[in-house]
């Protein structure tokens, strides 16, 4: 357990559907991130937010939408996604930059 | 081309041998981390080593860097069953960018 929860692990969805993935961290950190993993690829950051203010966005599809309304929950909004987006996507929080990250268990997404 | 690359891709060894992985990375870089990752799980950070250390230990875990290689290489001593899993390293090259590699699968067998 590692302080870092994600809902839900699991999510099957069509291509027209709209959901949303949350996390929360009970760690006390300032910094909240969500990565893609896809099957033998590399992890994939595609968001950073630094008390609440986005300070990263990695040339991320509009169809994926984050919102972080406190330092504690962030959430990934997904809507008409493609089947090529089906992964494992994990959420991360850490205290500042440089720092390590403490990881949630993911949420395995299927887009059918 | 990947910031972190890890060398092997897969690696099986016998419970109680060493395991060793690479990592290479290609910009200058803040520290570098490594994480482990049971299969379709989180990750979970083991150690995490800065530009200006060349070796950290922690328990069975021995880090390197050679900033002027541009390496990285976590040995793993005395391996356990439970030591199977996927490794990757992570570097940070400022900020909040943590770019990983694709790790190396770890299989010791019993």
């Known amino acids: 357990e590692t302080g870092v929860t994600q809902t839900p692990r699991h999510l099957v969805m069509g291509m027209t559907n709209k959901k949303s993935l949350k996390c929360e961290q009970h760690?006390?950190?300032?910094?909240m991130y969500w990565y893609k993993q896809s099957a033998k690829k590399p992890l994939e950051l595609m968001f950073v937010?630094?008390?609440?203010?986005?300070?990263e966005n990695n040339s991320v599809p509009s169809r994926f939408s984050p919102e972080c309304p406190n330092s504690s929950h962030l959430f990934l909004h997904l809507h008409t996604l493609q089947p090529e987006d089906s992964a494992l996507y994990l959420c991360a929080s850490g205290e500042g930059s440089y720092n390590e990250q403490f990881f949630g268990p993911g949420t395995r997404l299927t887009v059918l | 081309s990947q910031q972190g690359e890890e060398d092997p891709q897969a690696l099986s060894i016998q419970e109680g041998e060493n395991a060793t992985m690479n990592c290479s990375y290609k910009?200058?870089?803040?520290?570098l981390q490594w994480y482990r990752q049971n299969s379709g799980r989180g990750l979970v950070h083991l150690i995490l080593i800065r530009s200006n250390e060349r070796e950290k230990h922690s328990g069975r875990l021995r880090v390197t860097l050679d900033t002027s290689k541009k390496s990285s290489s976590l040995l793993i001593t005395a391996s356990r069953a439970a030591d199977t899993a996927s490794y990757f390293c992570a570097s940070n090259t400022g900020g909040f960018k943590t770019i990983f590699g694709a790790g190396t699968r770890l299989f010791v067998k019993a």
């Open positions: 910009t200058s870089i803040n520290n």
């Open positions: 937010y630094n008390f609440k203010e986005q300070t």
């Open positions: 760690l006390g950190h300032n910094a």
